[in-house]
């Protein structure tokens, strides 16, 4: 259960420092909207990091929607270049909540032996 925890803590502050520097590069509003937008759907991905260990499941679907919710961000500020600065964040985000799903859970096989 380490790994998705370290995937996503480094996912999440990837994105928030990428979107950090989105944020004090931007030229329009529409690229401060979508580093805002990235900053928030980042610390979902470091809370989804943070439970990865107790709600095995619930964490998955945290980080596999916020790596999704930010690449849906790129679009609103007209370039995919974006893209490229984001990857990183969505490749460990996406990966962890892919960890999360593969972990077998131990609680229910607990709760029959009883």
């Not at 990428?18 to 004090?24: C, D, G, K, P």
């Not at 509003?29 to 980042?42: D, P, R, T």
């Not at 370039?79 to 990857?87: E, M, P």
Request: glycine share 10%.
């Amino acid at each position: 259960m380490k790994k998705p925890f370290i995937l996503g803590i480094i996912g999440g502050f990837l994105g928030l420092a990428t979107a950090l520097f989105v944020i004090l590069s931007a030229s329009s509003n529409e690229m401060i909207l979508s580093g805002v937008q990235a900053a928030l759907f980042s610390s979902l991905g470091l809370m989804g990091a943070a439970i990865a260990k107790k709600e095995t499941k619930f964490a998955g679907y945290m980080l596999i929607t916020s790596a999704v919710f930010i690449t849906l961000t790129v679009p609103i500020a007209n370039t995919l270049n974006f893209l490229y600065l984001y990857l990183p964040t969505v490749a460990c985000l996406g990966a962890a909540g892919t960890l999360c799903f593969m972990e077998p859970e131990t609680g229910a096989d607990e709760i029959e032996d009883l």
